[in-house]
Every structure is written in C-alpha cells, then in structure tokens.
C-alpha cells in the first residue's frame, strides 16, 4: 500500500452577497503540508449552482480566474488569496485550510471536488442547454487538447471597437499573423445573438488589423440543426443565422467540429 502524504486544502467560495454571508464552493486548492509549490487549483465546469444565487454571476470571468491563479502559482507562488482580492473584491473567499491524507494531490483534489463542489448526481439530470452548453463543450475539447490555458478569455470588443461595446468573444490565440476567436452562439435558443455577431464583425476585423496588425478569423460554434424536416419555420431560422454570419466572413462550425478546432490550435500552439 502506498503511504499516504499528509496534506492541506483550502475551499474557495463565490460570495455574491458578503453581508448575508451566502455562498457556493466553486473549487479547491491542495497542497503538500510545508510545500506551497506543490499547489494544485482545480474550479469547477458546472456553474448551475452559482446561476441559483446569483443570475448576473460572470462565470467566464470566473473560469479565467481559474488559469490565473494557476499560472500565479507556478509563476511566483503568490498567495492565492492576494489573487482573489485582487480579481473579485469579497466575492470569493478562501477557507481556513484542513489537513486530509492524501494517495496523491491529483487523486485527492477529484475526490474533494466530488465531494465539495461538483453537482449531485441527481442534480445533474438536468441538462445544460442553449449557449452554456456550447461553451461547455468547447472548453472541454480545448482543454482536452491542452489549449485552453493558453487562449485569452472573454476578449473585450471594444478594445478594437469603440468603448461601450458590452460584447465579449468567448475565447481565442494567436498562432502567427492571424488572430482566432471563437464564440457559442445557440441558434435553437437565442438565434439574435448571430445578428449581433454579424453586425459586430467588420468592426472587429478592422479593430484589429489596425490595433494588432494581424487578420481575423471568427468562428461561430453552434448546435447541429434540429427538428423534422418538415418544421419549414425553424430550419428556415437555422439558415438565416448561419447564413448572415458567413455573409460577414464568420466560419460557422458545429459541437461536432470543435475537436477539430481544438486539435488544430494544439499544433498551432506546439503543445
């Protein structure tokens, strides 16, 4: 049998509203007792339970939060919670740390994860759907494929734009002179937001060459169409959608294109 490391973990709270001290656990830090570098951060993927207490919650600021405390670790061993101050105030918190016996820091972290954080079984039969699970399941393949460290998040448009443009592109790298981006766009739930997309584009590409010096691809990621052959009206949705943003040079690909899309930016980013 292998010997147990005796090690500490912290749980780390979003907390949308301090003064009535409500709060969800979102994710762990462990270590190795008397051995910070050893840290590991794991957030969870499942924000359900953060939407319930708080709608307006921005879980994709959340998510880059994740891969900046893990870079900060790496990079410095910054205290995690100076990290947290730093990015959201009091709205997420750290727990004092409580020893735990550990097989290994990986084995344990998924097993405080389970056990602190991630949904219930029996809460999870409800799916997610619409643009969430789109997101979700680009990030997964991107992080299957190494990447999604490394891609910048919730890129602000009006950086290349105007100020006051509230559109934020979900994802995306630079390999050489082209900037990627990637955005999950539900056309069975919202298929308004491939209009904005569309408006939004040349701006961008322009934004871009001009801040950058570098060429835009745009990749709208949505669901496969859906329904019988004979729903005229939602196909005819469908189409429209697709068809106004590639109008405005934006690739359209599906879910089931986004492994490619992945395997792609591990070469281009030698991992």
Not at 1 to 23: A, H, S
Not at 139 to 163: C, H, N
Request: with cysteine.
């Amino acid at each position: 049998m292998n010997e147990r490391q005796l090690c500490e973990f912290f749980l780390v709270r979003y907390v949308p509203d301090p003064v009535k001290n409500e709060f969800v656990n979102i994710g762990v830090l462990l270590r190795e007792a008397g051995r910070p570098e050893s840290a590991v951060v794991r957030f969870t993927k499942d924000w359900s339970r953060v939407r319930c207490v708080d709608p307006d919650a921005d879980t994709s600021m959340l998510e880059a939060l994740e891969a900046e405390v893990r870079r900060r670790l790496l990079e410095d061993g910054q205290p995690v919670m100076k990290v947290l101050e730093d990015s959201f105030s009091n709205q997420l918190q750290i727990t004092p740390p409580k020893a735990c016996l550990a097989e290994s820091v990986a084995a344990e972290t998924e097993q405080l994860m389970a056990l602190y954080v991630e949904t219930r079984k029996r809460e999870s039969t409800v799916r997610r759907s619409g643009r969430a699970a789109i997101h979700a399941k680009m990030r997964t393949e991107f992080e299957r494929a190494g990447v999604w460290d490394l891609m910048r998040k919730r890129i602000a448009v009006a950086s290349y734009t105007q100020p006051g443009d509230p559109l934020r592109i979900d994802c995306g790298y630079r390999p050489n002179g082209v900037i990627r981006m990637f955005h999950a766009v539900s056309l069975e739930a919202d298929s308004e937001l491939a209009k904005v997309l569309a408006f939004s584009a040349p701006g961008l590409a322009d934004g871009i060459r001009r801040v950058e010096n570098a060429e835009l691809e745009l990749t709208a990621i949505v669901e496969p169409v859906k329904g019988r052959a004979d729903d005229e009206e939602r196909l005819a949705q469908y189409r429209f959608a697709v068809e106004t943003m590639e109008a405005q040079k934006i690739r359209v690909l599906t879910t089931n294109d986004v492994v490619r899309a992945a395997e792609t930016a591990r070469r281009e980013l030698r991992v």
